[in-house]
């Protein structure tokens, strides 16, 4: 094997014997092959994400096959309507303009039925401040000094919350009780909460409106 000598300067002095090593060339050799395959994959990624705008449109057009094609349509089955009866309204104000179906007269008792949806947000015993006015309206027909039974009443769709259904209705037919004694303080009012143990009607999963019903406050009276 032959031995590279380079050509000695002069009055420079290389120990006989030793070979030629450029450590520091092939490091920058290396280091700049590094470089140009850095810039080079630079340059690809950049034009990757180049934007030239839509494709240019096919020669002779857009056919009425292609636009129908691009378009999704989804069959009117899938669409679940629900009827207007059990939709929860509620006026920005607060107000309440309606409470129920009004007096049931059931023998010598005369039943008053307050719906829930129309009196209190979902999981809320809290009334609007314009209720206790319309309450008042609903028992003015209520004989003075008369016994008043006022009774909560829930669907059997669980809360989801930290209380049960026996446990709102109560708090509901409280809130009731609560307006009639300020309007009414001659009546003596007994107070209880049923859950949904006393249904107005049987409920059907396929019509919400048999839930709404049984979500109601009653107050029942006789006369």
Same mark, same amino acid.
Request: aromatic letters at 4%; proline letters at 8%.
């Given at each position: 094997?032959?031995?590279?000598?380079?050509?000695?300067? *002069?009055? %420079? &002095?290389?120990p006989k014997g030793s070979a030629?090593?450029?450590?520091?060339l092939q490091r920058g050799i290396r280091s700049a092959c590094a470089a140009l395959l850095l810039v080079v994959a630079t340059g690809a990624a950049a034009t990757a994400v180049v934007d030239d705008g839509p494709p240019p449109?096919?020669?002779g057009g857009i056919s009425g096959s292609d636009k129908r094609g691009s378009v999704r349509v989804f069959s009117t089955d899938a669409v679940r309507?629900?009827? *207007?009866? %059990? &939709?929860?309204?509620?006026?920005?104000?607060g107000s309440v303009t309606s409470l129920g179906d009004g007096v049931e007269v059931v023998g010598d008792t005369s039943v008053?039925?307050?719906?829930?949806?129309l009196l209190f947000p979902p999981n809320s015993w809290e009334l609007p401040a314009s209720a206790p006015g319309k309450i008042a309206d609903l028992v003015s027909d209520v004989p003075q000094g008369?016994?008043?039974q006022v009774t909560g009443h829930t669907d059997s769709v669980p809360t989801g919350a930290d209380f049960d259904?026996?446990?709102?209705?109560q708090e509901r037919a409280e809130a009731v009780a609560g307006a009639l004694r300020d309007?009414?303080?001659d009546l003596d009012l007994e107070v209880s909460g049923v859950g949904d143990a006393e249904p107005a009607e049987r409920e059907d999963p396929d019509d919400p409106s048999t839930f709404a019903a049984n979500r109601r406050v009653e107050i029942a009276y006789e006369g």
């Open positions: 094997m032959r031995t590279l000598h380079t050509a000695r300067p *002069t009055g %420079a &002095v290389q030629l090593r450029l450590p520091g449109e096919p020669e309507v629900f009827s *207007t009866d %059990a &939709v929860r309204v509620f006026s920005i104000d008053i039925s307050l719906s829930s949806d008369a016994t008043v259904n026996v446990e709102l209705s309007e009414r303080p």
